[in-house]
């Protein structure tokens, strides 16, 4: 039965000329939202021995870079062994100044390329993906039209995931009432995305042709990866008809390196079956 706004608003609400923050907020992330940004605890961060030091979490966007790492590692890049040291953004760790010094958006994937001299920061997911594809030559086509549509699926994903994530993901899921009209905006926009990867990849193989490439990687953990299972929607969306998703979904589940990278940093699922923190590949040894 379809809900009226009355049923999902306030009454008499309508918005003030100018915006002032509330006094409390309900939902999952309600306590730790703040309309300034900066540090608002001294903590510093863990230094473990590899160059290559990742402060994240096992979100779509943490799965990302730990399941490049992997791939780059699988590939025979040793040089991309890592720490990965878990940032839990439920507690709010994102907001310590070590953290905030790497990612003044304090939002995690960050790493620390500490091969460079001085050390490079590199943050924001999308960005973390090429500079890793470029500084081991992998995972990223050196021809110019396969580079192009590369860069065109990745940015495709980084300007797709707020409605995703920040969008249905939150009004479905974290917001602290159900509203119709929010969740069907974005449950529309997201079922497009959908459509869109689908008819591509009815004709593709990977997302840039046939090669797996850091789009693939990007977009994987969005569509319809763990993220879906996150916020509790294959069935109010409907996968199943996605044929050509799945299909290409399955594929890159299967691959190795895939199932090691979006166990690490994770929070959350049974006793050994995930890592906090990834320091060593005999780590995923004593998983079960």
Known sequence: MS???RKNQPESYVPPKVWTPGTEYGGTFGSINRPVSGARF???LPVGLHPLQLYSQGTPNGQKVTILLEELLQAGHSGAEYDAWLI???KGDQFGSGFVGINPNSKIPALVDRSAAPAMRVFE???ILVYLAEKFGAFLPAERRARTETFNWLMWQMGTAPFVGGGLGH???YAPIKIEYAIDRYAMEVKRQLHVLDTHLASHEFLAGGEYTIADIAVWPWHPGSLYGVYNTHEFLNVREYENVLRWYHAIAARPAVKRGRLVNRVSGDPGTFLRERHDARDFDALT
Do not use: R
Request: glycine share 6%; aromatic share 20%.
């Open 3 to 5: 809900q009226t706004p």
């Open 42 to 44: 001294d903590k510093e």
């Open 88 to 90: 839990d953004i439920f």
């Open 125 to 127: 997911s999308g960005s």
């Open 171 to 173: 009004f479905y899921a």
